[in-house]
């Protein structure tokens, strides 16, 4: 028997959710938050690096620092771009602060997070958790990480391909809870239908490609997707795989945010130990 837990909220539009994978704590975080009235969506999500208990610390901090802004309605005072740029802004600051209280460990943290107003979608990024566009199951945007491997895609000495396995692709250029405040990348669409957004972790894009990916965020039951999704991510990882986060999210009515967009979250456990047990059984 698989180990699970599920606790969710079903959805029409937005589907959230990680996996522990093969690590023993859990250091990414994510949150989903919706504003009806204004036709608002904010996304967010944050891979925790560190050590001694930093990492869960500095993605929790991300986190946190998102719902307070959005429940002090920082969003309503300033153009999506710059409240996105202030929220990380805000969240490295909050890492150095958590820092203080720290015997060991630097609380170091990825970032992507997605606004969706109107017909209008616009994004920014620390790090490597990227965000995928896609228009059917064709990906047309994505993020680039913030690491040596991507920096060396650029130079034309690593194949796109071979990013995932690569050493240095988990070696960061730019992260928040650094010395210094890192540039933030930005970028942004007008909204149509038959988008869909995909936010995830490196424990997700290192084993699902972009096709992949596109497939599963162009289904109509996207808690299915999410949950085979995460699956996938958990048992291509292995033993030894990496935490694994998702959100899923889908354009409808031309973009507009109709209705209540609840967030669908799902926590699983580690699937691999919980297989292992069956098998010794």
């Known amino acids: 028997m698989v180990d699970k837990h599920i606790d969710f909220h079903s959805s029409p539009r ?6 522990r994978g093969g690590r023993a704590s859990q250091q990414d975080a994510l949150v989903c938050l919706h504003d009806a009235g204004e036709d608002a969506l904010l996304l967010v999500l944050a891979d925790g690096m560190g050590g001694d208990g930093a990492g869960e610390l500095a993605a929790d901090g991300v986190v946190a620092v998102a719902q307070r802004l959005w429940s002090q309605k920082r969003w309503l005072q300033q153009p999506a771009a710059l409240f996105l740029e ?9 890492l150095l602060r958590r820092r203080l209280g720290l015997a060991q460990g630097e609380p170091h943290s990825t970032v992507v997070a997605l606004m969706l107003r109107g017909d209008r979608a616009s994004w ?114 292995g033993s030894e795989g990496d935490n694994a986060a998702l959100i899923l999210v889908r354009a409808t009515d031309a973009g507009r945010l109709r209705g209540a967009a609840v967030s669908f979250w799902l926590q699983m456990s580690d699937l691999l130990k919980g297989r292992r047990r069956d098998a010794a059984a």
């Open 14 to 19: 937005v589907a959230a959710g990680r996996a």
């Open 124 to 237: 920014v990024h620390v790090g490597d958790s990227r965000l995928y566009l896609f228009q059917g199951a064709r990906c047309v945007d994505r993020t680039r990480d913030h690491s040596l491997a991507e920096w060396r895609v650029q130079r034309g000495e690593l194949r796109p391909e071979d990013v995932a396995r690569h050493p240095d692709q988990h070696k960061l250029l730019r992260g928040l809870g650094g010395d210094a405040m890192p540039e933030v990348e930005h970028g942004g669409a007008m909204l149509r239908d038959g988008q869909s957004f995909a936010l995830c972790s490196d424990g997700v894009w290192e084993h699902l490609t972009s096709q992949e990916l596109g497939r599963l965020a162009s289904r109509v039951d996207q808690e299915d997707a999410l949950r085979e999704a995460l699956t996938l991510a958990v048992e291509r990882g």
């Open 86 to 94: 202030h929220l990380c802004g805000e969240a490295h600051e909050e």
